[in-house]
Nanobody, 119 residues
Framework: QVQLVESGGGLVQSGESLRLSCAASGSISSIYAMAWHRQAPEKHREPVARITSDNNTNYSDSVKGRFTIPRDSAKNTVYLQMNSLKSDDTAVYYC?????????????WGQGTRITVSS
């Protein structure tokens, strides 16, 4: 199994930047993609950004051009660099790892980290 620990959340002003970190441990070699999702108050969880093991990235339209998802393979860590933050970005952000164990596919989730953007 894969364990994930997020960090970096907090309170920021509109227009500022923030970087989240997601450190993976456990069955690292089984991971083929990692992603960030977020859940705003009274809304469903939505995908934000995803990076595959061969560095293909995808972003939701709402964050494209403002967020990036770099990673440091040596540290088994994925980041979410968030620039030009808006009040609509206020949410709990979750890291996920998509992994494969033989023919069994699964997704591991972190505990979430809260970001509040004040206008």
């Amino acid at each position: 199994q894969v364990q994930l620990v997020e960090s970096g959340g907090g309170l920021v002003q509109s227009g500022e930047s923030l970087r989240l970190s997601c450190a993976a441990s456990g069955s690292i070699s089984s991971i083929y993609a990692m992603a960030w999702h977020r859940q705003a108050p009274e809304k469903h969880r939505e995908p934000v950004a995803r990076i595959t093991s061969d560095n293909n990235t995808n972003y939701s339209d709402s964050v494209k051009g403002r967020f990036t998802i770099p990673r440091d393979s040596a540290k088994n860590t994925v980041y979410l660099q968030m620039n030009s933050l808006k009040s609509d970005d206020t949410a709990v952000y979750y890291c996920s790892a998509e992994a494969r164990n033989g023919t069994y596919y699964y997704i591991s989730w972190g505990q979430g980290t809260r970001i509040t953007v004040s206008s």
